[in-house]
Structures are given as structure tokens and as C-alpha cells.
């Protein structure tokens, strides 16, 4: 059964870092995009990072600069690190396994608060 875990949210003051993680179980993880999405209360969901099969990345303009995606392909996990964060950031983040017109699944989200 395919399942994505994401864990390491929590509260920060900004100007903090933030690691999160998702690990991956019952999918072939290596031949998926990797992404992570966030929602913001009274916000649509919106693409943040995505890491492709070759390890190419893209970044939302918003975080370019600040945030780091990264795989493990050998221990199936997909990482968001968070530098510099801002109370914009604040969302639920949500882990993504996509295979274009062939497979899509969801993690359960982690919070991630960002305040004084």
C-alpha cells in the first residue's frame, strides 16, 4: 500500500530553520517527481519545491534562495530544508509522489508555524 509520512513541522521564531521529512513506502520511489506543497489557512495549495528522477529542482519564487529540496532515494525519503523562514511561510506542507498522468499521492501534512 502506498503511504508518505511527512514529520518535522513544528513552531519556530522566524529567522529559523526547519527540516522536514517524508518518508516513502510502497511505491518504486526513485522514478517519481518528489514534491512538497503547503496551505496556508483561506489559501489555495500551492507548489513549493519539486526533485526529478535526475535530481533537477525547482523552486517557488517565494523560497528560492531559502529553502533546499533534497531525496534519499535508497532510504525512500524526500527532505525540505527551510532556512531564513517567514511568518509567510506558515502553512501545512504537504509531501507529493507524482508520476504524470499515472500516479499522485498524498502525505498527510505536517504544520509548520513561523512566529514571535
Known amino acids: 500500500q502506498e503511504q508518505l509520512v511527512e514529520s518535522g513541522g513544528g513552531l519556530v521564531e522566524p529567522g529559523r530553520s526547519l527540516k522536514l521529512s517524508c518518508a516513502a513506502s510502497?511505491?518504486?520511489?526513485?522514478?517519481?517527481?518528489m514534491q512538497w506543497y503547503r496551505q496556508a489557512p483561506g489559501k489555495e495549495r500551492e507548489l513549493v519545491a519539486s526533485i526529478y528522477r535526475d535530481f533537477g529542482t525547482r523552486y517557488t519564487e517565494s523560497v528560492k534562495g531559502r529553502f533546499t529540496i533534497s531525496r534519499d532515494n535508497a532510504n525512500q525519503t524526500l527532505f525540505l530544508q527551510m532556512d531564513d523562514l517567514k511568518p509567510e511561510d506558515t502553512a501545512v506542507y504537504y509531501c507529493?509522489?507524482?508520476?504524470?498522468?499515472?500516479?499522485?499521492?498524498w502525505g498527510q501534512g505536517t504544520q509548520v508555524t513561523v512566529s514571535a
Open positions: 510502497g511505491i518504486m520511489f526513485s522514478v517519481y517527481i
Open positions: 507529493n509522489a507524482k508520476i504524470p498522468y499515472s500516479a499522485d499521492y
